[in-house]
């Protein structure tokens, strides 16, 4: 599995608006092959917000980034003044993962 990273920076004032960009976008991610989940992380402390995607595999996750899909949810590009940049973009391996037994 693989976790892909975005860190955006959004502007103070802008965060409703940023954040009501993704109830459609998840959507569409959500029906690729190889999708497992995604988490939208809202700073408590800071300006950047977290966008994480879990693939299966890094070929599934490329895939996605040529689709048509990508390219529909992608066109329309938050405002500079909304997202002012620049991004953090990052594609980890999950070699580890803990969680609490029931």
């Known amino acids: 599995m693989i976790v ?3 860190r955006v920076p959004v502007t103070k004032g802008c965060e409703s608006e940023f954040e009501k960009r993704f109830d459609d976008r998840l959507s569409v991610v959500e ?3 190889g999708f497992i989940r995604n988490e939208i992380l809202r700073p408590i402390v800071g300006d ?3 966008l994480m995607t879990h693939w299966e595999s890094q070929e599934t996750f ?3 980034t040529q689709s048509e899909e990508f390219k529909q ?5 938050a405002p ?3 997202c002012p940049g620049p991004n ?8 580890l993962v803990s969680e609490r037994k029931p």
Do not use: D, L, S, T
Request: charge should be negative.
């Open 80 to 82: 500079k003044e909304m």
């Open 31 to 33: 029906r690729m092959p």
């Open 62 to 64: 490329e895939a996605w």
């Open 88 to 95: 953090g973009f990052e594609i980890h391996e999950v070699i």
């Open 48 to 50: 950047y917000y977290i």
């Open 73 to 77: 949810v992608h066109k329309n590009m």
């Open 4 to 6: 892909v990273a975005n």
